[in-house]
Structure formats: structure tokens, C-alpha cells
């Protein structure tokens, strides 16, 4: 499984509904940090197949998600479960560092 796309009309039904933890990559085309992220969740995404979802919503298509969760600075990934944020992590990391920090999630 590769990360998943999700607009503002699906957020709640691919994310908040999820049975799976999600990480959610909120990024946008123009932004370099975020470019640098993807290889990165696209890789976690197949470590952590049937564990989380990881899924990436484009801030520039997607606003109404973006101002929901207050998102001011990109790459940011938030980490939800059971429907609410429970972690989050900004900028580009490496992925020993994006593991420690969702590690509740990661299982």
C-alpha cells in the first residue's frame, strides 16, 4: 500500500473514521521541504502496511482541512486516532526521527 490522497470532502471518512491510526502529511507542490518528506512517508507506508494509513492532503487544494487543524507551516504531519490529533511533527525528518515521534501510533 502506497500513501493515500485525501480532499477536504473525504477527510472525515478517510481519516477521523479511520479504524487505523493516521499520519496526514499536509504539503504542497511548491514547497521543498515537502518534496523531500514524500519519499520518506512512502516508505513508512509500506513498513507499516495494515498498521496506519498514511495519507497526504494538498494544503493549496484543500483549505477547508488546512485551517481546520491550524496549519501554518508545511510539511506538517499530524497523527490521528479514534478520530482526534494526538501528535504531530513539523517539517522534513528523517524517518528514524518521524518513527520516534508517532511511535504510540506506529504500534
Same mark, same amino acid.
Not at 512512502?42 to 513498513?47: A, H, K, L, R, T
Not at 478520530?83 to 511511535?103: I, N, T, Y
Given at each position: 500500500m502506497s500513501t493515500i490522497t485525501v480532499t477536504d470532502a473525504? =477527510?472525515?471518512?478517510k481519516v477521523l473514521d479511520s479504524e487505523l491510526p493516521v499520519l496526514?502529511? =499536509?504539503w504542497a507542490e511548491w514547497c521543498g521541504p515537502?518534496?523531500? +518528506?514524500?519519499?520518506v512517508l512512502e516508505e513508512m507506508s509500506d513498513d507499516y502496511?495494515? &498498521?496506519?494509513v498514511i495519507a497526504k492532503v494538498n494544503v493549496d487544494e484543500n483549505p477547508a482541512s488546512a485551517a481546520q487543524y491550524g496549519v501554518t507551516s508545511i510539511p506538517l504531519v499530524l497523527g490521528f486516532q479514534g478520530g482526534q490529533k494526538v501528535a504531530e511533527s513539523v517539517g522534513a525528518k528523517p524517518k528514524a526521527a518521524l518513527e &520516534?515521534? =508517532?511511535?504510540? +501510533?506506529l504500534g
Amino acid at each position: 500500500m502506497s500513501t493515500i490522497t485525501v480532499t477536504d470532502a473525504d =477527510f472525515q471518512q478517510k481519516v477521523l473514521d479511520s479504524e487505523l491510526p493516521v499520519l496526514v502529511d =499536509f504539503w504542497a507542490e511548491w514547497c521543498g521541504p515537502c518534496r523531500m +518528506l514524500g519519499p520518506v512517508l512512502e516508505e513508512m507506508s509500506d513498513d507499516y502496511e495494515g &498498521k496506519v494509513v498514511i495519507a497526504k492532503v494538498n494544503v493549496d487544494e484543500n483549505p477547508a482541512s488546512a485551517a481546520q487543524y491550524g496549519v501554518t507551516s508545511i510539511p506538517l504531519v499530524l497523527g490521528f486516532q479514534g478520530g482526534q490529533k494526538v501528535a504531530e511533527s513539523v517539517g522534513a525528518k528523517p524517518k528514524a526521527a518521524l518513527e &520516534k515521534e =508517532f511511535s504510540a +501510533l506506529l504500534g
